[in-house]
Nanobody
Framework: QVHLTESGGGSVQAGGSLRLSCETSGRIFRIRRMGWFRQAPGSQREPVATFNMQGDPNYADSVKGRFTISRDAAKNTMYLQMNNLAPEDTAVYSC????????????WGPGTQVTVSS
């Protein structure tokens, strides 16, 4: 089994920054994809920033140039640095890992709230 735990959410004013962390339990050797998703009230969950199988980052157009996804394999932790936050970034942010081996499956963290006020 793989367990994900997010941290770093909170409330900031527009233009501020936050860094989200996602720690994974257990050592994962092969993944299909891992990254960050968000869901705003009344909206569907959408990808924000992800790594593909080759480790290449992909970003939603709305966050390009403002958000940076990174990963520290030694700490089993993935990060999302969010700069120049805007009210439309307000959402619950969840980390996701689509694992190939071991413990194949698609895993989600419980989510962390990010609120940006104008």
């Amino acid at each position: 089994q793989v367990h994900l735990t997010e941290s770093g959410g909170g409330s900031v004013q527009a233009g501020g920054s936050l860094r989200l962390s996602c720690e994974t339990s257990g050592r994962i050797f092969r993944i299909r994809r891992m990254g960050w998703f968000r869901q705003a009230p009344g909206s569907q969950r959408e990808p924000v920033a992800t790594f593909n199988m080759q480790g290449d980052p992909n970003y939603a157009d709305s966050v390009k140039g403002r958000f940076t996804i990174s990963r520290d394999a030694a700490k089993n932790t993935m990060y999302l640095q969010m700069n120049n936050l805007a009210p439309e970034d307000t959402a619950v942010y969840s980390c996701n890992v689509d694992v190939l081996s071991p413990y194949a499956g698609n895993y989600w963290g419980p989510g962390t709230q990010v609120t940006v006020s104008s």
